[in-house]
């Protein structure tokens, strides 16, 4: 999607509000004893109160209105009777439509008593998406991102996983320009143009560096190869000539 006007723009913020409000909602909910189909009602009566409807349900079939991914699973977990714990690393994933418009957003939690490590990773999960999202610029290389993101992560000691990429967003849930690198891609050499609209979503790795099936005959589940624990947060964003604007904050 590219925003040429200013209906398109409140349209699109419209969605991203929603968004982040079942993001938040569910956070501030998560806690030992919880279930994971607990959790994605939450999001669910958030996107109803509002007209909103889930993303990935309606584009792809998907059983829940939200992706919630615990600790070996890093993407596209499904709601269910899992039951968190202490110590779990969660991550939140909400994409919804509204009026013809889609935006996405996520964020990684540690919960309760955990591993430093893990808090050490989810903060810095965040951070690295930052990065990326400070590349962000009409007319500057859309490898920027995956450049951005690659110095921080080698900085500090992490890993990127690299078959799980931004994409954009907006007249579907995977718009044009198609997937966008979150790791430094030499081959990547487009430009981000104004108004262009799209994820900044890095996967950050203890070790882990390539998304696989999860072996769980349900389509979606993803595990990490090596197996370590992995974060991800996103925001949509639209590129201007001042920078991001974030959609999803």
């Known amino acids: 999607m590219t925003i040429t006007s200013e209906e398109q723009l409140e349209a699109l913020k419209a969605i991203g509000k929603v968004c982040a409000e079942a993001r938040d909602k569910a956070a501030a909910a998560l806690k030992p004893g919880i279930t994971t189909a607990e959790l994605d009602a939450i999001v669910r009566g958030v996107l109803d109160a509002h007209g909103a409807r889930s993303a990935p349900e309606i584009t792809y079939g998907f059983p829940g209105a939200s992706c919630i991914s615990v600790n070996e699973v890093i993407a596209h977990g499904i709601p ?8 779990d690393l969660v991550n939140i994933d909400v994409s919804a439509e509204l009026n013809g418009v889609f935006a996405d957003t996520g964020a990684s939690f540690v919960v309760g008593e955990a591993d430093p490590r893990l808090v050490a990773l ?28 690659g110095v ?7 890993t990127l996983v690299d078959n799980l990429a931004s994409h954009g967003v907006g007249e579907s849930l995977h718009d044009e320009p198609g997937e966008i690198p979150t790791w430094p891609d030499k081959s ?9 609209v799209f994820t900044i979503e890095p996967f950050l790795s203890l070790g882990g560096r390539h998304a696989i099936d999860a072996g769980l005959d349900d389509g979606f589940t993803l595990h990490v190869e090596p197996s370590a624990p992995t974060v991800q947060f996103e925001h949509t964003v639209v590129a201007t000539r001042h920078g991001a604007l974030v959609i999803t904050a």
């Open 80 to 87: 269910g009777d899992r039951v968190i714990r202490d110590g």
């Open 122 to 149: 989810v903060r810095d999960g965040k951070r690295a998406m930052w990065a990326g999202i400070r590349a962000v610029k009409s007319g500057a290389a859309l490898a920027d991102i995956g450049d951005a993101i």
């Open 188 to 196: 990547e050499r487009r430009k981000m143009h104004d108004g262009l």
């Open 152 to 158: 921080f992560a080698k900085k500090h000691r992490y």
